[in-house]
T-cell receptor
Framework: GQQVMQIPQYQHVQEGEDFTTYCNSS?????IQWYKQRPGGHPVFLIQ?????EVKKQKRLTFQFGEAKKNSSLHITATQTTDVGTYFC??????????FGTGTRLQVTL | DAGVTQSPTHLIKTRGQHVTLRCSPI?????VSWYQQVLGQGPQFIFQ???????GRGNFPDRFSARQFPNYSSELNVNALLLGDSALYLC?????????????FGPGTRLTVL
């Protein structure tokens, strides 16, 4: 079945440093969504990408969908303590089922 | 408007018992999906319902079942509970099919099986 992996599993940065998480699917995706889950909370939708090579920005966050539609990335510029949480990508494959990635846990310290 | 609500918040059961989890979607949302999230992992898709019909099923045993009611609320049932069923069960609603639409998650039900 479809598998979606993310690297790294965990990253610890100092406030102000940049952060990137990478998402790789075993199959071609029709679209990809990104969610953030704060400790003890539930996933919250961030963005959806649909087109090959698409890049979208939300303030300090930049999302990219790969040309082959099998990978994606999330880059955060100048991290803040409010960015702490686990970031999940979730992709839709041929089965029209949303498969979540393994997640990247981000810790930010002052 | 209220967000997605789930009940109960926490639940403790013993092996072999049965459990029913409930979810109320955001008003106007016709799709409800259920996910199981084990500590430290991403949510795993269990079921999707849209317009009261099952539209998708994940790789879970037949002990797991669900349904959607005319008011679009949903129940997830798990029979013959195993220790491995201990997890956070998340319900998510979306306006249309969740694969292509933003999903709004509820706070989840934390199930502990002893």
């Amino acid at each position: 079945g479809q598998q979606v992996m993310q690297i790294p599993q965990y990253q610890h940065v100092q406030e102000g440093e940049d952060f990137t998480t990478y998402c790789n699917s075993s199959t071609t995706l029709s679209n990809i969504q990104w969610y953030k889950q704060r400790p003890g909370g539930h996933p919250v939708f961030l963005i959806q990408l649909v087109k090959s090579g698409e890049v979208k920005k939300q303030k300090r966050l930049t999302f990219q969908f790969g040309e082959a539609k099998k990978n994606s990335s999330l880059h955060i510029t100048a991290t803040q303590t409010t960015d702490v949480g686990t970031y999940f990508c979730a992709g839709t494959g041929t089965a029209s089922k949303l498969t979540f990635g393994t997640g990247t846990r981000l810790q930010v310290t002052l | 408007d209220a967000g997605v609500t789930q009940s109960p918040t926490h639940l403790i059961k013993t092996r072999g018992q049965h459990v029913t989890l409930r979810c109320s979607p955001i008003s106007g949302h016709k799709s409800v999906s259920w996910y199981q999230q084990v500590l430290g992992q991403g949510p795993q898709f269990i079921f999707q319902y849209y317009e009261k019909e099952e539209r998708g099923r994940g790789n879970f045993p037949d002990r797991f079942s669900a349904r959607q009611f005319p008011n679009y609320s949903s129940e997830l049932n798990v029979n013959a509970l195993l220790l491995g069923d201990s997890a956070l069960y998340l319900c998510a609603s979306s306006l249309h099919a969740p694969s292509y639409n933003e999903q709004f998650f509820g706070p989840g039900t934390r199930l502990t099986v002893l």
